[in-house]
């Protein structure tokens, strides 16, 4: 009985070992084309390449979905004015971004019908964005996508554009993502070697 005990528990640290170490999160295949197709641009001009930055995604993905219902037309006849939104520190506390950390940094939207995915690129390359995929400050990049429009976010290694802020509460959730798993290891150990010397 003990060891139908013992192989349970153990099946079950198994299985709970695979689910945290196996998961993957889910990114947008077209947004990750977009983030190569936008490096190989640099690359092609002798620039680095942009890093994903997490923080500039959320708030790519969080700008996209305000705007998604806004049609084309209206990027066409606004195509050189920055993305304005009332709700925009609510959309950095979400994404917990310090609005210190902005400045520095671009957002540079394009609607494109059926986001056809040469067409999203040459529309921040072929544009008046170009400017800013030239520069060689910015070194990563957000990318967010809801129905026809993309919004790309620039972000520089300086303070002012890293788009970074909440520091301490990523510590505190990250810290507890990592020791989750040492917990739980450290639980079901002890109980299969209490299990084991109750059997003895």
């Given at each position: 009985m003990a060891s139908l005990l013992q192989l349970i528990t153990l099946f079950f640290f198994l299985v709970a070992l695979s689910i945290l170490f196996s998961s993957t999160p889910v990114h947008c295949d077209d947004d990750d084309d977009l983030l190569q197709?936008?490096?190989?641009?640099?690359?092609?001009?002798?620039?680095?390449?942009?890093?994903k930055n997490k923080k500039a995604e959320c708030l790519a993905e969080e700008l996209a979905e305000e705007i998604e219902h806004q049609p084309c037309a209206a990027a066409a006849a606004?195509?050189?004015?920055?993305?304005?939104?009332?709700?925009y520190p609510s959309i950095l506390n979400k994404c917990k971004i310090d609005i210190n950390y902005t400045r520095d940094g671009v957002v540079m939207q394009v609607c494109v019908p059926n986001r056809v995915s040469t067409l999203v690129l040459t529309n921040f390359t072929q544009s008046h964005y170009s400017r800013y995929l030239n520069d060689s400050r910015f070194t990563g990049a957000g990318i967010g996508s809801?129905?026809?429009?993309?919004?790309?976010v620039l972000?520089?290694?300086?303070?002012?554009?890293?788009?970074s802020g909440g520091y301490r509460a990523a510590m505190e959730v990250g810290l507890m993502v990592m020791l989750s798993p040492c917990l739980l290891g450290m639980f079901l150990g002890l109980e299969i070697f209490v299990g084991m010397v109750i059997n003895n």
């Open positions: 197709g936008l490096n190989s641009y640099r690359t092609a001009r002798n620039l680095p390449t942009l890093a606004n195509a050189t004015q920055q993305l304005q939104l009332a709700n809801e129905d026809d429009w993309v919004v790309a972000s520089t290694n300086s303070p002012e554009g890293s788009f």
